[in-house]
């Protein structure tokens, strides 16, 4: 079965960067469109960026223009490069495909603090 690992998260100032990394266990990663999702304490798990297999991005309002989505096909990982974070930005971030059918992973925690 398909497992993914997050990792990368902390603890950063507002302002401050982090990149998320995130490795999927079997090749068909290479041929979905890759996504990220956010849940803050207290909500729902938000879809954050996504990434198809050609390439083509899409974003959220609220991070459009400060993160971006990159993937790896042959190493098959899924990257989010997180730049002027913001406290809004704080959650447990998760990678899947878009469709949320692979298995949700521990995922990595992201603090951004004032």
């Known amino acids: 079965q398909v497992h993914v690992v997050e990792s990368g998260g902390g603890w950063v100032q507002a302002g401050g960067s982090l990149r998320l990394l995130c490795a999927a266990s079997?090749?068909?990663?290479?041929?979905?469109?890759m996504a990220w999702y956010r849940q803050a304490p207290g909500k729902e798990r938000d879809l954050v960026a996504s990434i198809t297999s050609g390439g083509i991005t899409n974003y959220a309002d609220s991070v459009n223009g400060r993160f971006t989505i990159s993937r790896d096909d042959a190493k098959l990982t899924l990257a989010l490069q997180m730049n002027s974070l913001k406290v809004d930005d704080t959650g447990v971030y998760y990678c899947n495909i878009l469709t949320r059918a692979w298995p949700w992973g521990q995922g990595t925690q992201v603090t951004v603090s004032s």
């Open positions: 079997e090749s068909t990663f290479k041929i979905h469109t």
